[in-house]
């Protein structure tokens, strides 16, 4: 009984769905669009090819010589509306408070592995810092401390 039903089903559902193939892939984009900013010939939009990388794009716009590509990971996939900002050597590169790593944060003056993961945890746990004044709020962090780092790190 089990099967006949099934063949019914099979059977009615030639006749009430539309039979149209929707080939996906045209509505799927060939190239991305990535922006390219700092310390580069020609800064501006660039159009690449899917799944291309950073150092793709960073090819195009031409990299300066006084840049700094070691906090650029050269080898990420880009993806289309992706921004890569490319720093020169004399800049002070920030760290962000609301995405650095342990061992990120641990470089900051005053700083230390206890510190770092109390900011990570107090991040896991109440989301994104609003200000860089609200570091102030991970026990330990005092006007002292923040006032040595307050230039080194963003959001």
Do not use: W
């Not at 009430?16 to 080939?23: F, G, L, S, T, V």
């Not at 990420?76 to 944060?105: C, G, R, W």
């Not at 102030?136 to 005092?142: A, D, H, N, Q, R």
């Amino acid at each position: 009984m089990l099967k006949v039903f099934i063949i019914l089903v099979t059977l009615c559902s030639f006749f009430i769905i539309d039979k149209q193939i929707i080939d996906l892939k045209q509505y799927e984009k060939a190239t991305l669009k990535v922006e390219v900013k700092g310390n580069v010939a020609n800064p501006g939009i660039f159009e690449l090819n899917k799944y291309s990388v950073v150092n793709d794009v960073l090819n195009e716009a031409i990299v300066l010589e006084d840049s700094d590509l070691s906090s650029i990971n050269l080898n990420m996939i880009l993806q289309d509306n992706d921004v890569i900002y490319v720093p020169a050597k004399s800049e002070i590169v920030k760290i962000s408070i609301n995405s650095a790593t342990v061992e990120q944060l641990s470089t900051l003056d005053g700083i230390g592995e206890k510190t770092a993961l109390k900011i990570v945890e107090y991040r896991n746990e109440h989301g994104f810092f609003n200000n860089i004044e609200d570091l102030m709020l991970i026990p330990g962090i005092k006007q002292a401390k923040f006032d040595k780092i307050k230039d080194h790190i963003s959001l």
